[in-house]
């Protein structure tokens, strides 16, 4: 917030990979007169260092691979974890967090509510 007016916003679910739990990351959102301010990497931050702190493995989500580069987010099929939708693999990445480890692999779902939107 900023002079009492919410700026920006992030959500993160329950997800998993595998039957291993993890971190479906989205949305994420700045108002369009704060992007660029620092904003957004203020709440990646802190949702990387909460899920951290909550001995999560990881962080997924499905984004531009050269904006999300700059927090440490990488392809996740090249690490074992694969998208939900195949035509997704280009932007599906992965945040490997401290509790994080090499066995974990497989499919990526998303909380079940996101099976309902479609």
């Given at each position: ?36 301010r620092?904003?957004g ?20 989500l ?5 904006y ?9 099929a090249?690490l074992g ?20 480890d090499a066995?974990?692999r497989g499919?990526f ?10």
């Open positions: 917030m900023i002079d009492d007016e919410v700026v920006g916003h992030v959500a993160c679910s329950r997800a998993r990979i595998g039957d291993r739990p993890s971190v479906g990351l989205g949305p994420l959102g700045v108002a369009p007169g704060h992007q660029g620092g904003v990497q203020a709440l990646m931050h802190a949702v990387l260092a909460a899920a951290d702190a909550l001995d999560e493995p990881a962080v997924v499905l984004g531009d691979p050269g999300y580069r700059r927090f440490g987010f990488v392809l996740a090249p974890v694969l998208p939900p939708d195949p035509s997704w693999a280009e932007h599906f990445q992965l945040r490997r967090l401290t509790a994080w066995s974990l499919a779902y998303y909380a079940p509510a996101f099976d309902r939107l479609s």
